[in-house]
Antibody, heavy 121, light 109 residues
Framework: DVQLVQSGADVKKPGESLKISCQGSGFTFGSFWIGWVRQRPGKGLEWMGSIFPGDSEATAYSPSFQGRVTFSADTSISTAFLQWHSLEASDTAIYYCARQRGGSDYYFDLWGRGTLVTVSS | SSELTQDPAVSVALGQTVRITCQGDSLRKYYASWYQQKPGQAPTLVIY???NRPSGIPDRFSGSGSGDTASLTITGAQADDEADYYC????????????FGGGTKVTVL
């Protein structure tokens, strides 16, 4: 099956670090941009940025998230990662990864189920 | 960077037609894509490109656009269509940046 499988929910304290994952299957993972999308409780979708796993130097960060998170990928296990070095309560949200398509007009055609991250003291 | 503006909520009677709009400068240059999100679920792509539907999306969903506005139309709305709908496009700068609209809650009466 073509799918993105995300890591399970996590609960952290402010200041702690966290790395969540998104593993692709059924397609050539290294050939597609993978986007990360945040959804805070009761709020809309926010694009955080994207990474091209076939070239981990190829990344694009939303200005709203630049410096706060880090994207990485390992094509040998078809997995992309989203990492925080110091979480804040405001990072509490569901984080989705999604496969990006389109040569000129981008769209996300395949989504993971999301990872719920709760940051609370 | 660009912004995409959507009405927060619309309602439609069962079986009737509803149009959801999305406005932004980037839509003069790039097509919008549309996503349906039901409570507790991940978003699902319903329209992309000029007006393409992914496999499995009912043909009651259609997309269109003119100038700085894109529209998603549900013709013959069903109870199952009650959800949040988000538009999305590439940023007008042409970089890898993308943007989402704020979302429209569709209620089927």
């Amino acid at each position: 099956d073509v799918q993105l499988v995300q890591s399970g929910a996590d609960v952290k304290k402010p200041g702690e670090s966290l790395k969540i994952s998104c593993q692709g299957s059924g397609f050539t993972f290294g050939s597609f941009w993978i986007g990360w999308v945040r959804q805070r409780p009761g709020k809309g979708l926010e694009w955080m940025g994207s990474i091209f796993p076939g070239d981990s130097e190829a990344t694009a960060y939303s200005p709203s998230f630049q410096g706060r998170v880090t994207f990485s990928a390992d094509t040998s296990i078809s997995t992309a990662f989203l990492q925080w070095h110091s979480l804040e309560a405001s990072d509490t949200a569901i984080y989705y990864c999604a496969r990006q398509r389109g040569g000129s007009d981008y769209y996300f055609d395949l989504w993971g189920r999301g990872t719920l991250v709760t940051v609370s003291s | 960077s660009s912004e995409l503006t959507q009405d927060p909520a619309v309602s439609v009677a069962l079986g009737q037609t509803v149009r959801i709009t999305c406005q932004g400068d980037s839509l003069r240059k790039y097509y919008a894509s549309w996503y349906q999100q039901k409570p507790g679920q991940a978003p699902t792509l319903v329209i992309y490109g000029k007006a393409n539907r992914p496999s499995g999306i009912p043909d009651r969903f259609s997309g269109s656009g003119s100038g700085d506005t894109a529209s998603l139309t549900i013709t013959g709305a069903q109870a199952d269509d009650e959800a949040d709908y988000y538009c999305h496009s590439r940023d007008i700068t042409g970089s890898h940046y993308v943007i989402f609209g704020g979302g429209t809650k569709v209620t089927v009466l």
